[in-house]
């Protein structure tokens, strides 16, 4: 069985989308994902914007070798879940591939939709269905459908900052916010692991 696929999408692909990648690959390394970033006008090639790469490694994380790349619509087929950096990003990868639709989130907003996921008992989730069905598949659907029940976050409180060429407070500023969504996403992650 191949590993869940994972992509986070920014802009530039150098500031925001490969801190949450790494973030996300360190939490998540063997336990059946593979997880990738690309950007909507990315700086293709590029590594880490070094001071978000600063960030990375305050936390005993490396860079893994990141390269920026390009989104395109083949791309975001491919993964089965889309976590953007903005709600503007999630309608870029929509526009792009349709597709993508019920799997883009923007990962403030999938933060906030799992949060206290994992304290639920398993029976009562609502999300294990046929043991051929890809847990991640479950989990998209499961969150998909309380959309609508959970109290949406603000459009500000959904924005992570774009620190690009700008100064090392609105990095701080974006590492924060992204440190703070991540637990929540990782537990939920990680549910049948």
């Known amino acids: 069985m191949s590993n869940a696929r994972i992509l986070v999408v920014c802009t530039g692909n150098i500031c925001r989308s490969p801190y949450i990648e790494r973030v996300l690959a360190t939490h998540l ?7 990738e970033s690309a950007g909507t006008r990315a700086l293709i090639n590029h590594p880490i914007e070094p001071q978000s790469l600063a960030h990375l490694q305050a936390l005993g994380i490396d860079d893994g070798g990141f390269r920026s790349r390009q989104l395109t619509p083949q791309i ?4 089965d879940l889309i976590l953007t950096a903005t709600r503007d990003h999630r309608a870029d990868v929509v526009t792009l591939q349709p597709k993508a639709l019920k799997y883009t989130f923007a990962l403030a907003d999938f933060s906030h939709m799992v949060d206290g996921i994992a304290a639920v008992p398993p029976a009562e989730r609502g999300f294990f269905g046929p043991a051929d069905d890809s847990f991640v598949g479950r989990l998209v659907d499961h969150v998909g459908k309380r959309r609508t029940d959970i109290h949406p976050i603000s459009e500000q409180e959904s924005v992570i900052v774009d620190p690009f060429r700008r100064d090392p407070e609105v990095f701080a500023q974006m590492a924060a916010h992204i440190n703070r969504a991540m637990p929540p996403v990782i537990r939920a992650l990680t549910l049948e692991s």
Do not use: N, Q, S
Not at 29 to 35: M, T
């Open 76 to 79: 975001a087929a491919d993964a």
């Open 29 to 35: 390394a063997g336990r059946g994902y593979d997880v």
